[in-house]
């Protein structure tokens, strides 16, 4: 299978959006993806992302706080569930959280599936701008960040301007959105399952906390549309044959709903192992974020029941906006109250 979005047959002709250029080693196959990928392996893996577990605790326990001074009900996801994985990536990537206007509506843009092609490929040249200005400023102050050592290898020649760029703009934008907002569908998930969320808070056991976030990721599978990829050879698969060159598009979060995989799958269990779930996809391209994903949803769920035992919606679950018009499901508010 190919990853390469400008290969003919692609299930997007073309990416569909003109903005897929900018995504860097996703849209790629090895040995340039591998290539690419491994500059950027090390700070994402586990136990780096653990060191960081109090910092993350920081972050979280300093939002919680500010909520908690609110009156009324507060919109979770401007209090919580977007500046928190937002400021975690801004630091371990070396961004300025200040610029997080710029960085967070051009994202929005690129995972809107409604939004135009010229839409898309404003937002794109936006964030490149930005990047190449941060690896500019990296050059002249190194720091302990992710981009200075891109900004390194641009300096010695490993690694184009334009790539450095790119692989920021991935980075950037997948380590913050997606895990918005499956802290914030999440949430709503445990206040529509009291019976779940009771379990979560008065079971203390981490790895009952552990359990729930895989299967949080399990059931919600917030990343739709699919794993897309064009067939390299003919692929015999249940009877049926995908030649070489058809476009082929997995839908992960039919996978994570397999009875044989997960028996009663339409069942939000906490406890279960669903450790096997696709929601981060599989193969050479499975998230490369995922250590820290699983660290923040970890801190967030665990922190925000603890913190505010009577959290509850604000406003009935129909009047709740969710994402049907994007790449990446949540709910663009989450009014609450406690
Ligand atoms: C709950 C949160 C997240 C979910 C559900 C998620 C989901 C995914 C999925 C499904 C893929 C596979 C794409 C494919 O096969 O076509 C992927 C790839 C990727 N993710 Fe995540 N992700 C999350 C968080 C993060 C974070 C925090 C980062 C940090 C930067 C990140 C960075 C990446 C990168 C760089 C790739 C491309 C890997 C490659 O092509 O080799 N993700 N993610």
Aim: aromatic content about 6%; some cysteine; proline content about 6%.
């Amino acid at each position: 299978m190919s990853a390469d979005i400008t290969r003919p047959g692609y299930p997007i002709p073309g990416g569909g959006d003109g903005a897929g250029s900018a995504f860097s080693f996703i849209l790629m196959d090895d040995p340039e993806h591998a290539r690419l990928r491994r500059m950027v392996t090390a700070p994402f893996m586990v136990k780096r992302v653990e060191a960081m577990r109090p910092a993350v605790q920081n972050i979280v326990d300093d939002l919680l706080g500010d909520m908690l001074k609110a009156d009324g009900p507060v919109d979770l996801v401007e209090a919580f569930a977007l500046p928190m994985p937002s400021l975690v990536i801004c630091r371990l990537l070396g961004v300025p959280y200040s610029d997080h206007d710029l960085f967070q509506s051009n994202s929005k843009i690129l995972i809107n599936r409604e939004a135009s092609a010229d839409q898309k490929r404003q937002a794109v040249q936006a964030l490149v701008e930005y990047l190449h200005g941060l690896l500019r400023l990296k050059s002249a102050e190194p720091a302990e960040d992710v981009f200075t050592d891109l900004a390194r290898r641009v300096q010695a020649g490993d690694l184009g301007n334009d790539d450095a760029a790119m692989m920021g703009v991935l980075l950037l934008v997948a380590g913050h959105e997606t895990t918005a907002n499956m802290i914030a569908l999440g949430t709503l998930a445990l206040l529509e399952h009291p019976d779940q969320l009771q379990r979560l808070r008065e079971d203390n056991d981490p790895a009952l906390v552990t359990s729930a976030v895989e299967e949080l990721l399990r059931y919600l599978t917030i990343v739709h549309d699919g794993r897309k990829r064009v067939a390299l050879e003919d692929i015999e698969i249940a009877d049926e044959t995908i030649r070489a060159g058809e476009g082929v598009i997995m839908a992960t979060d039919l996978g994570n709903r397999d009875p044989d995989a997960f028996p009663d799958p339409n069942t939000l269990d906490l406890g279960r192992d669903a450790r096997h779930h696709v929601a981060f996809g599989f193969g050479v391209h499975q998230c490369l974020g995922q250590p820290l994903a699983r660290m923040e949803l970890q801190v967030a769920y665990s922190t925000l029941f603890r913190r505010i035992p009577g959290l509850k919606l604000a406003v009935p679950l129909d009047e709740v906006p969710f994402k049907h018009d994007g790449s990446v499901y949540g709910v663009y508010e989450l009014p609450v109250t406690w």
